[in-house]
């Protein structure tokens, strides 16, 4: 938690090369020193290196969590499009405590092939 944009990807790596899934936790969702769209392209191509080596799939879940579920959808599609052929190795985390239990509800029925953690 608390990491930069390249530090985040990164450690993501190092911990792929052993194990399998890797949270962007509540508190490292879009903040100032790590926003999303500088972080995300690092860590989806730290996924695909790390699959790669391992021969292994990994798993990565993204927050997504917003105040507003146009913009928590524009995260989530942000997000399955810069992971690209890796999408389904992405799970979202939505935070139904700050958004509300409407938020959840939404990224259900807006991707219903994601894995969810909530």
Known sequence: LGLRPKPFAEAAYQFWLG????K???PQGNQVFCPTKKVIPLVADALARAQDETGEAKLFSANITA???HEMCAR????LETFGENAS???????????GPGMVTTAR????????HY
């Open 19 to 22: 194990g399998d899934f890797i």
């Open 24 to 26: 962007n936790d509540e």
């Open 67 to 69: 105040d507003d579920h």
């Open 76 to 79: 989530a599609d942000y997000i």
């Open 89 to 99: 190795h992405v799970a979202f985390l939505v935070d139904g405590y700050v958004g």
């Open 109 to 116: 029925r807006n991707y219903p092939s994601q894995y969810l």
